[in-house]
């Protein structure tokens, strides 16, 4: 069974710093992986896909890295920005390697960027 | 990527009776769509699958009886919290899968059963 771990449960920092957030899984064999941002009741949006065949993904100030040997993939922003502050979930296809949208998240991230 | 819309998306009910609520897919046809349920301070775990034209297969532990899925076109997958009770009051969001195997979700549905 695949299980994902997300560290830190929470994070806060001061505007304009680089940050990482850390998220790593049990079965490596994965097809890939997804890290969206959750705004507080609001829906997932989709951030960074990241193939198994590829290491890292980058979307402007998000740069995505992902070492499926290790079990392990991180989140990198730079500069961060307070519009930032929201839950940051990481999340694999269900063990068996194929993905079909049946997906593990891991517990998140709160990230809060204060100004 | 593709777009879900998910309606309504906030509501409450009294216990014992039943909600429907509704997953779209805008752009894109989908033959399979996922509902998920995530509870307060928790993260999101997959419910079930939902099959255009077929039945849905539901994960372990989850009620079919309770919780109705109707996937009776390639653009909508509905559904349905039967006899609620104030547990089943949680945030329900929908997902389609999008080539290559990126997962688009909805804004999500928050039950409330009083």
């Known amino acids: 069974k695949q299980e994902v771990t997300q560290i830190p449960a929470a994070l806060s920092v001061p505007e304009g710093e680089n940050l990482v957030l850390n998220c790593s899984f049990t079965?490596?064999?994965?097809?890939?992986l997804q890290w969206f941002r959750q705004d507080p009741g609001k829906g997932l949006t989709s951030l960074l896909l990241?193939?198994?065949?590829?290491r890292e993904q980058t979307s402007g100030r998000l740069n995505a890295s992902l070492d499926k040997s290790s079990g392990r993939s991180t989140l990198y922003i730079a500069a961060s920005q307070p519009g930032d502050s929201a839950t940051y979930l990481c999340?694999?296809?269900?063990?068996?390697?194929?993905?079909?949208?049946?997906?593990?998240f891991g517990q998140g991230t709160i990230l809060t960027v204060h100004p | 990527g593709a777009v879900v819309s998910q309606h309504p998306s906030r509501v409450i009910c009294k216990s014992g009776t039943s909600v429907k609520i509704e997953c779209r897919s805008l752009?894109?046809?989908?033959?399979?769509m996922f509902w998920y349920r995530q509870f307060p301070k928790q993260s999101l775990m997959l419910m079930a699958t939902?099959?255009?034209?077929?039945?849905?297969?539901?994960e372990q532990g989850v009620e079919k009886d309770k919780f109705l899925i109707n996937h009776a076109s390639l653009t909508l997958s509905t559904l349905t919290v039967t006899s609620a009770h104030p547990e089943d009051s949680s945030f329900y969001i929908c997902?389609?899968?999008?080539?290559?195997?990126?997962?688009?979700f909805g804004q999500g549905t928050r039950l409330t059963v009083v």
């Open positions: 990241i193939q198994s065949s590829q």
């Open positions: 997902s389609v899968t999008s080539g290559p195997d990126e997962a688009f």
């Open positions: 999340a694999v296809p269900n063990a068996g390697g194929t993905s079909y949208g049946k997906l593990t």
């Open positions: 939902s099959n255009e034209g077929s039945k849905a297969t539901y």
């Open positions: 752009d894109f046809q989908a033959t399979t």
């Open positions: 079965d490596s064999a994965i097809y890939n």
